[in-house]
């Protein structure tokens, strides 16, 4: 593994902290400004940061995600592919989703510019 993605790693390892904790603002300064994001939620796809911290603050309201990382790898185009376990509760701390899925991160610079869901 590249110090590059080394240091993606170390980056993304935050975010995902930052991500369960739900601290916005650290969130938000790790993202492009002009990110393009999955609405994994309600469907669909939000693009900048005000448009993302409007759809995690309506997420959070409503759900409890919480998404751990578990394996990360470098993809052949230079985006860092996670794969991730999320659980997500509803407002009675139900669980309604327990599964493991792949996140794909672009890097413009330092910043998240881009992310994909795969299942």
Same mark, same amino acid.
């Given at each position: 593994?590249?110090?590059?993605?080394?240091?993606?790693?170390?980056?993304?390892?935050?975010?995902?902290?930052?991500?369960?904790?739900? =601290?916005?603002?650290?969130?938000?300064?790790?993202?492009?400004?002009? !990110?393009?994001?999955?609405?994994?939620?309600?469907?669909?796809?939000?693009?900048?940061?005000?448009?993302?911290?409007?759809?995690?603050?309506?997420?959070?309201?409503?759900?409890?995600?919480?998404?751990?990382? !578990?394996?990360?790898?470098?993809?052949?185009?230079?985006?860092?592919?996670?794969?991730? &376990?999320?659980?997500?509760? =509803?407002?009675?701390?139900?669980?309604?989703?327990?599964?493991?899925?792949? &996140?794909?991160?672009?890097?413009?610079?330092?910043?998240?510019?881009?992310?994909?869901?795969?299942?």
């Amino acid at each position: 593994m590249g110090a590059d993605q080394i240091d993606r790693r170390h980056r993304l390892q935050g975010l995902y902290a930052a991500f369960n904790r739900r =601290d916005l603002p650290s969130l938000l300064a790790a993202l492009a400004p002009d !990110v393009t994001w999955p609405n994994g939620w309600e469907g669909g796809t939000v693009h900048g940061r005000r448009e993302v911290a409007d759809y995690w603050t309506r997420q959070w309201a409503e759900i409890d995600p919480t998404v751990s990382p !578990v394996a990360y790898e470098a993809e052949d185009d230079g985006r860092t592919s996670v794969t991730v &376990h999320q659980v997500v509760r =509803d407002s009675t701390g139900a669980i309604v989703v327990d599964e493991r899925v792949r &996140h794909v991160y672009r890097f413009s610079h330092d910043l998240v510019a881009d992310m994909e869901i795969r299942r």
